[in-house]
Each structure stands twice: as C-alpha cells, then as structure tokens.
C-alpha cells in the first residue's frame, strides 16, 4: 500500500474532531473545513462554535459538524438544546469519547474507513498518548484507516510492508508496536525492530518516498516541513 502525502487538499471518507488543541496549522483547518460528514466530540463543540465566530467576521462559510457525540458531561444544557437535531448522547463509560465518536461514524456512515481525526494532541499530554494508543486499536479492530493529523505532521498506522511518499528533509519517526522484524529503504537511517518507542523517531527522509517492511503494526509521524538548516 502507498500512503500518500497530506495538504490541504487531501480528503478523507470522515473526519473527526477530538477536544485537544483546536487545529491552527493551515492545512489542518483546510481538512476540518473540507471533510464531510464532520463529527464532533461533544466537548470539541465550544472549538466550533469559537472558529466559526472568526468566520463570521471574516464573511466566510462557518463549519457545520454532521453529529456531535459524546456522553455529555462536558456540554451544558443549553449547547445541547441549541444542536439538538445533531445532539447524539452515549452514556456507557467503557470507551471515551473519541471512540464513541468513531462507533457513530461506522454505524452510521457505511463505507467511511479513511478517517482524519483532528484536535487529538495537546493540552493534557495522558490524553495524547492514550488517542494516540487508540490509532492501533482503530485499525486492529475497526479495519479503519485512521490518520491523526496535528499542526506539525500527521500519524498514521501500518502494518508489513507499505510505501511513503515524501520530500527530502521530511522528517519521518516511526514507533514500532508489536513488529519483530522491521527494515527500511529511503531514510537516512535504516530502521530495525525497535525495542523501545523513542528508538525509531528522528530519522529523515532522503527523497520523494521510503519504504518500510515489517511483520507488524507499527505508526509513522511524518511533518509537513522539512527541518531548517541552520544560518552560518
């Protein structure tokens, strides 16, 4: 499988906003603004309705989420009032929102299994680890194709061996989860069966695309930006 790059652009069968850092990076907003149906965690609902105020200024098109979802403890009486067409309360405490949120897409939109999830990283760091946990846990037991896109880059799960496009100077990190063999071919250092999460991030690509082969799961992060080299 090839994995492509993202810019603003690339489009997704849904997207998903979680309550993390609401996206500033121009491409992630152009993929907020531009994937449909948007699902919204309910507390990411005041994110909304904040970016949409700034748009209103601005005279442009103000974003309308598809289904706000989420067992509701975060959103006050009068939100849910307000967006009680869109309101979907899911009271169960097995799963958190951003799962619950990703159930309502597959039930209800057949077919969606490119999802770009948004607003996933930031604020409190155990929530990012725990979203970032659940990439594999998306694609081991939904058969989706989830992509965490942040301000900086985007993560997405794999698994044997798959193509990356790239630019060189991207700046790759790959973090391997259950792979016990791994190897690359176009980074500039080759990757092995990392035993520990922060052994494999850092490395970089060398040209238009990169390889990676394993017997596994494993995430890649690649940044929109190549790194800067420093001014003499």
């Known amino acids: 499988m090839e994995y492509g790059l993202i810019d603003g652009s690339s489009r997704f069968d849904a997207a998903i906003l979680a309550a993390g850092d609401f996206p500033k990076n121009e491409i992630a907003v152009d993929i907020l603004r531009c994937t449909t149906p948007l699902l919204v965690c309910d507390s990411a609902l005041t994110g909304i309705i904040d970016f949409n105020k700034l748009l209103q200024q601005r005279r442009e098109p103000e974003i309308a989420p598809a289904a706000i979802v ?8 009068s939100l849910k009032r307000k967006y009680a067409d869109k309101w979907h309360q899911v009271d169960e405490q097995d799963y958190n929102d951003l799962t619950k949120t990703t159930r309502f897409a597959i039930s209800n939109y057949k077919g969606a299994k490119s999802i770009a999830y948004l607003g996933t990283t930031g604020k409190r760091e155990d929530h990012t680890i725990g979203n ?35 630019f060189t100077g991207q700046q790759v990190s790959i973090f391997n989860f259950d792979c016990k063999t791994l190897e690359s071919e176009g980074l500039k250092w080759n990757s092995y069966a990392y035993k520990e999460l922060w052994q494999g991030t850092l490395n970089e690509a060398a040209g238009s695309s990169f390889t990676i082969d394993g017997d596994g799961i494993y995430v890649v992060f690649r940044t929109f930006d190549k790194k800067e080299k420093p001014k003499d």
């Open 132 to 166: 970032l946990s659940l990439m594999i846990f998306y694609f081991r037991e939904f058969g989706l194709l989830p992509t965490f896109i942040t301000d900086y880059g985007w993560f997405s799960v794999a698994k044997d061996k798959n193509t990356f496009k790239s």
């Open 70 to 77: 989420g067992d509701g403890d975060s959103l006050p009486v």
